[in-house]
C-alpha cells in the first residue's frame, strides 16, 4: 500500500513562498499524473496543481502564474512551488495521482496571514 507523505507546509505573510514536497514511494511516475490539492477551511478538497508522465503540467484556477509543480522521478517525490502566496492558499495540502487513487497522507497545513 502506497503511503503518501506531504511536507512543507508553515505559516507565511502575504506574498511569501513555500515549496510543498510529497514522498510517494512505490507509484511510477511515468504513467500516472500527479496532483496537489488543497482543503481549505469548511471546503472540500480540490486539485490545485497536476503533473503527467511527460512532463506535461496543469493549473487550476488562481494556481496559474503562481504555483509550479516538479517531480523527481528518482526519488519519486513531487514538489509544489507556492510563490505570491494569499489568504485563500490557506489550507491543508495533500498529493496523490489525478485523479486520487491512493489512500490520503497526513497533508501539510499552510496558513497564509495577510
Known amino acids: 500500500q502506497v503511503q503518501l507523505v506531504e511536507s512543507g507546509g508553515g505559516l507565511v505573510q502575504l506574498g511569501g513562498s513555500l515549496r510543498l514536497s510529497c514522498r510517494a514511494p512505490?507509484?511510477?511516475?511515468?504513467?500516472?499524473?500527479m496532483a496537489w490539492y488543497r482543503q481549505g477551511p469548511g471546503t472540500q478538497r480540490e486539485m490545485v496543481a497536476g503533473?503527467?508522465?511527460?512532463?506535461?503540467?496543469n493549473y487550476v484556477g488562481s494556481a496559474k502564474g503562481r504555483f509550479t509543480i516538479s517531480r523527481d522521478n528518482s526519488r519519486n517525490i513531487v514538489y509544489l512551488q507556492m510563490n505570491n502566496l494569499k489568504p485563500e492558499d490557506t489550507g491543508v495540502y495533500y498529493c496523490?495521482?489525478?485523479?486520487?487513487?491512493?489512500?490520503w497522507g497526513q497533508g501539510t497545513q499552510v496558513t497564509v496571514s495577510s
Open positions: 512505490g507509484i511510477i511516475f511515468s504513467i500516472n499524473w
Open positions: 496523490n495521482t489525478a485523479p486520487p487513487g491512493h489512500s
Open positions: 503533473i503527467g508522465g511527460g512532463g506535461n503540467t
